[in-house]
């Protein structure tokens, strides 16, 4: 009678240990390369072949969702600790000064983020729940007094978007200019500050569209 092949001693040690290579060999190639860039880079880049690659990750998207993984629960603890401060103004202040930081530390999930927008993917829960923390933030900011009452969650994701160029600009010869730009911007929040706006925030619709505009812009000369 055949006997059932039994796994062989330190395979699941060895399926982990080049997950963890192919994860990080990705981020080296990414942040060098763009989030596009040739799959068997990668895998050449972990000491790996393509057939592994492919085993652990069968799509790019699949490769990608393993990178923000490791640092989506980072985002989600900052929301949630700036939920816990009592003052709503010095939480959001907070959380928009270390989301900024995460952002400029880490080029290769600030691409991402572009790149694979909300609603694709095993992301498409956690962006959720992204969302829903920020729209709290707002609320609770709103509701304090503390935030002029015409900005809204579009408001923010245009906000977040206009740092990409600034850290990108000064990454190299002033690495904290950004928090000088916040600073300014967060002056224009402050209701008592507020100049009235002659636009209106942008639809959900709008916001879409803008961050299809915002990828095709950013990753055309790629293809």
């Not at 393509?50 to 799509?59: A, E, I, K, S, V």
């Not at 962006?127 to 609320?139: I, N």
């Not at 600034?166 to 500050?193: K, Y």
Request: hydrophobic content about 45%.
């Amino acid at each position: 009678m055949a006997q059932t092949a039994k796994p062989q001693p330190g395979s699941r040690r060895d399926a982990q240990r080049n997950h963890g290579l192919l994860v990080a060999a990705a981020r080296e190639v990414f942040a060098e390369q763009g989030v596009e860039a040739p799959l068997d880079v990668i895998a050449r880049r972990a000491g790996l072949g393509q057939g592994t690659l492919y085993r652990h990750f069968p799509t790019r998207e699949s490769l990608v969702e393993a990178i923000v993984a490791e640092r989506m629960g980072e985002f989600l603890a900052l929301a949630e600790a700036a939920l816990a401060e009592p003052d709503a103004w010095t939480g959001l202040v907070r959380f928009l000064e270390a989301t900024l930081e995460l952002q400029g530390g880490d080029r290769v999930l600030k691409e991402i983020f572009v790149r694979y927008p909300p609603g694709e993917g095993s992301l498409a829960e956690t962006r959720e729940q992204m969302r829903s923390l920020f729209e709290k933030l707002l609320e609770r900011a709103h509701s304090q007094g503390a935030l002029r009452t015409d900005f809204s969650l579009p408001d923010l994701a245009l906000v977040l978007w206009s740092f990409a160029p600034v850290i990108d600009a000064t990454a190299e010869t002033a690495p904290a200019a950004w928090r000088r730009h916040l600073h300014w911007l967060l002056d224009g929040l402050r209701p008592d500050a507020a100049t009235p706006q002659t636009e209106p925030a942008l639809t959900e619709a709008q916001l879409t569209e803008a961050m299809r505009c915002l990828r095709t812009q950013r990753f055309q000369h790629r293809r």
